[in-house]
């Protein structure tokens, strides 16, 4: 919540939208989002994406396998309840991923192609217009950045992840004023 504040000062021309992730849907932790988007005047948050003028963004958790929005909300059931783990799991999970082997399975589970087509799909049963008046889709989860992947007339974009050792591709861009959606 601290994050989001400071984000929100730091940015007093910007709207700030936040879109849940499987790491980010305990009940409580929308509770707390819900709080905050009451103080803060310029902060949204979406359950499942949003469409912000021809831009649609997702957290991308939907490309984890091939699902439609019922599967997506059975997946993120299972972080629901989810419990930090003991600082022993903490620190083998630092050591994977220094060597490397986090970053190889996501190379592996996640080829460009595959993640996009699995996007398609989800969005496709999540919002079946999708396609009309969307030129570029934003997603994250997969540790993957990448760029400019066109698929049809579509453009894809990936973020990638801000945890060391995986790649990591901000993505700055603006938007003229728009109607925004909520894929909720």
């Given at each position: 919540m601290e994050w989001l504040r400071a984000l929100h000062a730091a940015y007093p021309a910007c709207e700030i939208h936040y879109v849940l992730g499987n790491h980010d849907c305990p009940e409580f932790f929308r509770e707390r989002l819900d709080e905050l988007a009451k103080k803060l005047d310029?902060?949204?948050?979406?359950?499942f994406g949003v469409?912000?003028?021809?831009?649609?963004?997702?957290?991308?958790?939907?490309?984890?396998?091939?699902?439609?929005?019922a599967a997506l909300r059975r997946f993120r059931e299972d972080w629901d309840n989810?419990?930090?783990h003991g600082r022993w799991m903490a620190k083998a999970y630092v050591a994977v991923d220094r060597l490397g082997i986090t970053r190889?399975?996501?190379?592996?589970?996640?080829?460009?192609?595959?993640t996009?087509?699995?996007a398609m799909h989800y969005l496709d049963y999540a919002c079946p217009e999708w396609r009309v008046n969307t030129l570029d889709c934003y997603f994250g989860h997969t540790?993957?950045?990448f760029s400019d992947y066109r698929h049809g007339d579509i453009r894809f974009h990936n973020t990638g992840s801000a945890i060391r050792g995986m790649g990591f591709n901000p993505l700055?861009?603006?938007?003229?004023?728009a109607m925004v959606e909520s894929l909720n």
């Open positions: 310029r902060f949204q948050w979406h359950e469409r912000i003028g021809t831009a649609l963004f997702v957290h991308g958790d939907c490309t984890h396998r091939t699902m439609d929005p989810d419990r930090q190889a399975a996501h190379q592996c589970y996640f080829p460009r192609r595959t996009v087509e699995r540790h993957q950045p700055p861009f603006r938007m003229p004023a």
